[in-house]
């Protein structure tokens, strides 16, 4: 993949909406999906490491 940022949108298109055609809407929800996985996998990761270092 090239370092296009449109051709990234379409990579998380196929990924969160496979089958779907990929419009601005889908572009949109597949962007806010990713970003909101990957902040909610940040959150789990301090709160375990946080969770380990308490004991």
């Not at 909406?17 to 996985?37: D, K, M, S």
């Amino acid at each position: 993949m090239s370092n296009n940022g449109y051709d990234q949108l379409r990579a998380y298109a196929t990924k969160w909406c496979p089958g779907q055609p990929q419009n601005e809407q889908v572009l949109g929800l597949a962007l806010f999906l990713e970003t909101n996985y990957w902040e909610k996998h940040a959150h789990a990761v301090a709160n375990g490491i946080a969770k380990a270092l308490k004991g």
